[in-house]
């Protein structure tokens, strides 16, 4: 059996043919597409949506396509929400890819041995195919942590029942003790503790989903699965992206080609939870995210000198 595939795509028709190349290699029995409708000011995205949506049309295999196609844009924070809620309305598990996430062939194969052997362990909430540069010693094919990666995963109904947009709960847990307790980190706890709020209070438009599910596993202690080596290539870091921009950034922290999974996977004695790795990897994080406020601070204050003596010239 093959295990259902979604497809989250906006106007990017090149890096969507990539990531569509791997899912026809695969071949799943039913395709799940997610698309955003064009910005309203911005005449480039018609016919960028179009030539995204364009692709889809390729399936040649045999394979049930269910489309929900918005004809307005929802934005990328209510887009993938809604659209990964709409997959699980219809399936119990699947696999999850957004446009410029391109996966190894074998991570397919990963996630369907590993959704069917923890389907009914409720402390995995999902298989991630990000592996960041992080050294773990391990004889096994995966460990567990508490980061859940999605660039490129898969999930099941019963995890993603428990995702909230506007996270309700928050009301309940925000607190920074409960949120350093996690990250081992105060200014990190602070960060996260930013977004959940804006989340929470819902605080204009909205554009991400993914802390929202952050928030979600972290309240339930919800487990990932983080592969031996990186799976999942992506290819939309810098000036295309929204949020991934910086390049420099990512890069100190994941790895942006993907590796083959060897099979028959080695599997761990039972849930080995790596709390080593995710201290290290949330050290990594807050230590490129200072660098990254520093060069900010430093530019505003260049700024604000020139600023400074452009007025005092012009008067």
């Known amino acids: 059996m093959k295990t259902p595939v979604a497809l989250i795509i906006f106007n990017r028709p090149n890096t969507t043919a990539k990531v569509f190349a791997k ?12 698309a955003d409708g064009p ?3 911005n005449y480039q995205d018609v016919g960028k949506c179009a030539a995204s949506r364009a692709i889809i049309d390729q399936v040649d295999w045999d394979c049930e396509v269910f489309k929900d196609y918005s004809d307005i844009n929802l934005g990328c924070g209510c887009r993938p929400a809604t659209g990964i809620s709409w ?23 990963f996630c369907e041995e590993l959704l069917e052997r923890y389907r009914n362990n409720e402390d995995v909430w999902l298989i991630s195919g990000i592996k960041p540069h992080i050294f773990n010693k391990t004889e096994y094919s995966y460990h567990f942590s508490c980061l859940p990666f999605t660039w490129g995963w898969a999930t099941w109904r019963r995890s993603w029942s428990h995702y ?14 409960w949120l350093e307790n996690i990250t081992g980190n105060r200014k990190l706890a602070e960060f996260y503790k930013s977004r959940f709020d804006k989340a929470h209070n819902c605080e204009g438009d909205l ?6 599910w952050v928030f979600s596993c ?6 990932a699965i983080i592969p ?36 028959p996977l080695n599997h761990p004695n039972g849930i080995l939870f ?27 204050k260049k700024l604000r000198k020139l600023f400074k003596v452009v007025y005092r010239f012009k008067d």
């Open 23 to 34: 899912i026809a290699e695969y071949r799943p029995e039913k395709l799940f597409v997610i």
């Open 39 to 41: 910005r309203s000011n």
């Open 87 to 109: 997959v699980f309305e219809n399936v119990e598990e699947a696999i999850i890819l957004e446009d410029d996430c391109v996966p190894d062939i074998t991570f397919f194969r």
């Open 164 to 177: 909230d947009f506007v996270i309700k709960k928050w009301s309940e847990l925000q607190n920074l003790d």
């Open 207 to 212: 554009d991400y989903w993914d802390y929202q």
């Open 218 to 223: 972290w309240s339930q202690n919800g487990l």
């Open 228 to 263: 031996k080596v990186n799976l999942v290539a992506n290819i939309g870091i810098g000036k295309i992206a929204t949020h991934t921009h910086n390049y420099e950034y990512f890069a100190k922290i994941f790895d942006f080609e993907s590796r083959k999974m060897e099979f």
């Open 274 to 300: 790596d709390r080593k790795f995710d201290m290290n990897y949330f050290k990594i994080e807050s230590l490129e995210m200072r660098k990254r406020f520093r060069c900010g601070s430093r530019l505003k």
